[in-house]
């Protein structure tokens, strides 16, 4: 390799999203992808809805969640088969990637393993970028390093109104088989009796919540996850979900299980994608909270891999990788902004709402068809049907309630997003009310929600 040629494109990354965007971009332009570890090695798994698989994809996919289920130390418990496809087909990370490195290096692009950055500097419209083995050049440089990226650090870029999921678990055998679960099922939300201290503390302050997916008659990928403004370490998930899986009465079905790969990760959530770019620089992937908001980052990636690539190719081909040209193409495909919001809710109220109020709201899907659980989280709810799921919370939940549980940060947000669903009149009487609960901390005795049917 010359270290002086000039590439097209380096990507820093080699995981799902680097190798899926270098992938299609080695088609057409000489590619390089340094990755500070082993390119195509990922220590995450993912289940993913049909939608976003193409002929591409799905022979790398199999099995699937067909059943979800909730349960909870309170007693609030549900269970269905799953409504808006049959299955949500799990995605095999380890051919998969694999795949799309073989796919570069036939490509003729290039791929350095054990190759960290360093620094970069753009200069005569070229990036210099700086590693642990060597300096490489390239027209354009895409940030796809992960959620702890030291690009965004160089260039002091902050990440606004983020949540993160800390996830930690395994891929394990039952050699006794997996009793009365079944596979296919997804334990969506699993509480403890010692989960929180206090019935009325919030997720954001306890322990986290379990979940499992069953793979087979005898493999399972039990987990654990916190939903938090700040990322747990990798030493106390690993405590917790040891504890969890040996310890916990309710776990017995994973007391045994034969640990064979440990899997773990930080996902961002509470909003969708952001763009980012500087002159000749571009962000994907976690860098850019590549993410549904409910932490699904490979559904989004599978879902705009291609169509990212396609914008690239027309800013390369014209030459245009300033930051403002860069900014102005579509980065991902675009979701109607009332998705958003429902999501962007509903991340906050699972942080910072009491165990009572999870609880609560895990019972709402008795009233509310569960196949609308499913399109929130796949964003592929319709504008009524979201109304619909507003003026059932709204009923259920006490206005006053709620606002204690949103973050004072986070509802001047949601306020700006919620005109789409709000008249302005009731719109200041809620931003009233938030102002002076905030201001004053008074506690609400209301036990009736509040009737937004007129309002909404």
């Known amino acids: 390799m010359e270290q002086n ?51 591409s994809v799905k022979p790398f996919t199999y099995g699937g969640v067909s059943r979800y ?85 160089k260039y002091k870029i902050k990440k606004k109104n983020i949540y993160w999921w800390s996830i930690f678990g395994c891929i394990g055998e039952h050699p006794d088989g997996i009793n009365d679960m079944q596979v296919g099922d997804y334990m969506l939300w699993q509480t403890f009796r010692d989960t929180n201290l206090h019935i009325d503390t919030s997720l954001q302050n306890g322990r986290p919540v379990f979940e499992y997916e069953i793979l087979t008659e005898n493999t399972s990928f039990p987990l654990i996850l916190y939903l938090r403004k700040e990322k747990i370490s990798y030493e106390i998930m690993e405590a917790e979900f040891m504890h969890v899986i ?21 996902y961002p959530s509470g909003g969708l994608s952001q763009k980012i770019a500087e002159d000749h620089l571009i962000f994907v992937g976690d860098s850019a909270c590549w993410t549904t908001p409910c932490g699904w980052g490979m559904t989004f990636i599978l879902d705009n891999y291609k169509y990212f690539s396609r914008q690239i190719s027309k800013v390369l081909d014209d030459n245009r990788l300033d ?33 009572s109020q999870l609880d609560k709201f895990i019972n709402l899907f008795k009233i509310i068809d569960p196949i609308l659980c499913e399109k929130i ?49 009731v719109l200041d009487e809620i931003h009233d009310l938030f102002s002076y609960f905030h201001k004053n901390k008074v506690k609400s005795n209301l036990k009736n929600g509040f009737n937004f049917s007129e309002a909404i």
């Open 5 to 55: 040629e000039i590439y097209d494109v380096i990507i820093i990354g080699g995981g799902p999203s680097g190798l899926s965007i270098g992938s299609e971009l080695s088609k057409e332009y000489k590619v390089l992808i340094l990755e500070k570890e082993v390119a195509g090695k990922t220590a995450r798994s993912w289940f993913v809805p049909p939608t976003v698989l193409d002929e």
């Open 69 to 153: 289920l909730a349960n909870t130390f309170t007693g609030a418990k549900i269970a269905w088969k799953s409504k808006l496809f049959d299955k949500y087909p799990y995605v095999d990370e380890k051919t998969l990637l694999p795949h799309w490195v073989k796919t570069i290096k036939d490509n003729n692009s290039t791929i350095i393993n054990h190759c960290a950055y360093q620094d970069s500097e753009v200069k005569d419209g070229i990036v210099s970028v700086i590693t642990t083995n060597s300096t490489f050049r390239s027209r354009l440089l895409i940030d796809a390093s992960g959620h702890n990226s030291p690009i965004l650090e």
């Open 246 to 266: 040996r310890k916990e009465r309710s776990t017995k079905n994973f007391h045994n299980i034969k640990i064979k790969e440990l899997k773990h990760g930080w």
């Open 323 to 355: 930051k403002k040209s860069l900014l102005s193409i579509p980065h991902f495909k675009v979701h109607e902004k009332y998705e958003i919001l429902l999501n962007s809710i509903i991340t906050h109220f699972l942080s910072n709402a009491s165990v």
């Open 377 to 425: 989280f796949t964003l592929t709810i319709t504008h009524e049907e979201v109304r619909s799921v507003l003026k059932i919370v709204l009923n259920q939940f006490d206005l006053r309630e709620l606002i204690h549980i949103v973050p004072k940060d986070d509802y001047l947000l949601m306020l700006e997003e919620a005109k789409y669903f709000i008249e302005n009149a």
